[in-house]
């Protein structure tokens, strides 16, 4: 009995402890680089995104903000903090993160913050410091940069040059943070460049971090690595330097292929979440927990539910890890029993104790079934449908 009660008392605080933020994007019409399959439910305004958002956050009470990217969701810079602000109390969810965008414009084609024209170097940085003063009207406290930045062919590119101008643009963006923001610098093996994207890795990643300014970390998007790559041994070097900043989170069978969380490898999830739980509840507040994922087959908003449940659970399964006993086996060299705690930690089913913590904290039990049965898809594909743009192509 008292083994149950202690269980119960740490799974409650586990899934109270646990929030995810969800990106505005996830609700948007977005496709494969060959097309778009529109969906009428999908979102067009801000105030949609809001409104899915804030549904989200209601069936799993765990998403309190939404992410945002600056030329898609504020076209007008800062003026469009006070419509945000209207937005935030109407729908009962916060702006997130900022997250620049440098990837659409024309001019942008052979880079941005690291394109040989200084002129175009220069924009791409005003577009930071854009940014940040966005983050500030809003008081987000993370900006966070993804730059689509490479070359297609060796040769094309001085790799070097376009380092140190990533630096100093880096430095700059950091002097203008206010205290207490952040710049969180993520990285990306290859797309939209496929010879080389300048900041490919973790190690990249970091380096530009610390030269950029002590407000600055790293960005771990868990579809960013190759195929084989240890991700929980990179989290656990950046909590050891203390260069976390945050996740995106996704799962992925070949690339960047942001499918549902936990939908190919829900053990990967586990472990990672295994390394940011064993440096203890203090460090949550520094680790910035984003979903990154756009789906255009599924229902945008069955999918974002589904995704939240599943992190909920796998943070479950990691707080149910018992820490001490896998430390002695560990130490003791017992490898089979440590490693069969560790994978039958993972097995276990959780299920239960989410309802039961649902229920509790007065949210549906299934919160699935809670949005089919809410009738909020159906509202909102009536109503948006009818006004939907027409299909754009890949050519
Ligand atoms: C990138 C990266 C960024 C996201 C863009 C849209 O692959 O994951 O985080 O903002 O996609
Ligand atoms: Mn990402
Ligand atoms: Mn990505």
């Known amino acids: 009995m008292q083994a149950e009660s202690t269980l119960h008392e740490l799974a409650f605080g586990a899934l109270d402890s646990f929030q995810i933020e969800i990106p ?122 993804w730059l689509p930045d490479g070359s297609n062919y060796p040769g094309t590119q001085s790799i070097r040059k376009r380092i140190e101008w990533l630096e100093e643009a880096l430095i700059r963006t950091h002097q203008n943070l206010a205290p207490g923001q952040r710049l969180l610098v993520e990285y990306k093996p290859f797309e939209p460049a496929f010879y080389h994207t300048d900041i490919a890795d973790w190690g990249m990643a970091s380096h530009l971090a610390a030269k950029a300014g002590p407000q600055a970390r790293v960005l771990v998007d868990t579809g960013h690595h190759y195929a084989t790559q240890n991700i929980e041994q990179i989290v656990a070097w950046l909590l050891h330097t203390g260069m976390l900043g945050g996740f995106h989170f996704n799962d992925r069978r070949y690339a960047d292929d942001d499918l549902t969380l936990g939908s190919i490898d829900p053990y990967q999830i586990f472990r990672i979440f295994h390394e940011i739980q064993l440096s203890g509840p203090e460090l949550l507040r520094d680790v910035a927990f984003m979903i990154d994922q756009s789906h255009n087959l599924k229902g945008k908003m069955e999918a974002m539910v589904q995704t939240v449940a599943m992190a909920q659970e796998l943070w479950l399964k990691a707080a149910l890890v018992n820490r001490d006993r896998l430390e002695h086996l560990q130490e003791k060299c017992e490898l089979v029993k440590a490693e069969e705690l560790f994978r039958g930690t993972f097995w276990q089913d959780v299920r239960p104790i989410v309802k039961e913590w649902r229920a509790l904290r007065g949210l549906p039990e299934d919160p699935l079934a809670a949005l089919a049965e809410s009738g909020y898809v159906q509202r909102i594909s009536a109503e948006r449908g009818a006004k939907m743009a027409p299909v754009t192509s890949y050519a």
């Open 24 to 145: 505005s994007w996830g609700f948007a019409n977005t496709g494969t680089r060959f097309g778009k399959f529109l969906q009428p439910g999908a979102a067009s305004t801000l105030e949609e995104k809001f409104s899915d958002a804030g549904q989200v956050h209601k069936l799993t009470g765990a998403t309190p903000t939404m992410a945002l990217h600056v030329l898609w969701d504020l076209p007008n810079g800062s003026a469009d903090a006070d419509a945000v602000h209207g937005l935030e109390s109407r729908y009962g969810v916060a702006a997130g993160s900022i997250n620049p965008n440098l990837f659409q414009d024309q001019e942008y084609k052979f880079g941005s913050l690291c394109n040989p024209s200084a002129e175009i170097r220069e924009r791409a940085v005003a577009h930071m410091l854009d940014s940040v003063a966005i983050a500030t009207e809003l008081g987000s406290r993370d900006i966070s940069l």
